[in-house]
Nanobody
Framework: QVQLVESGGGLVQPGGSLRLSCAAS????????MNWHRQAPGKGRELVAA????????IYADSVKGRFTISRDNAENTLYLKMNILRPADTAVYFC??????????WGRGTQVNVSS
């Protein structure tokens, strides 16, 4: 049974930092490209960042470039998102997504991030 479990969310003041984690089990983690997505209240789910299977390339949404860093540890089956200089607009539920190709994909259940003073 595949499980993706996000953690590390919480309440942070504007300008602060958080590191999200996504722990994967039940799959061969290194065979999956990984994404972070987020969904703010009343909005659709959007791509935040993506990383290749080997972790040697990544892309970011324009809104987070220069502030967020995606990384992965294939030995620990874990995906990370380091978020710096957080803004109220970053408030959302953050989800990880594992993509093996075609219909082979899995979502986590999300972790809430609130940026507020």
């Amino acid at each position: 049974q595949v499980q993706l479990v996000e953690s590390g969310g919480g309440l942070v003041q504007p300008g602060g930092s958080l590191r999200l984690s996504c722990a994967a089990s039940g799959l061969t983690f290194s065979r999956y490209a990984m994404n972070w997505h987020r969904q703010a209240p009343g909005k659709g789910r959007e791509l935040v960042a993506a990383i290749t299977r080997a972790g040697d390339s990544s892309i970011y949404a324009d809104s987070v470039k220069g502030r967020f860093t995606i990384s992965r540890d294939n030995a620990e089956n874990t995906l990370y998102l380091k978020m710096n200089i957080l803004r109220p607009a970053d408030t959302a539920v953050y989800f990880c997504l594992a993509m093996g190709g075609g219909q082979d994909y899995y979502w986590g259940r999300g972790t809430q991030v609130n940026v507020s003073s």
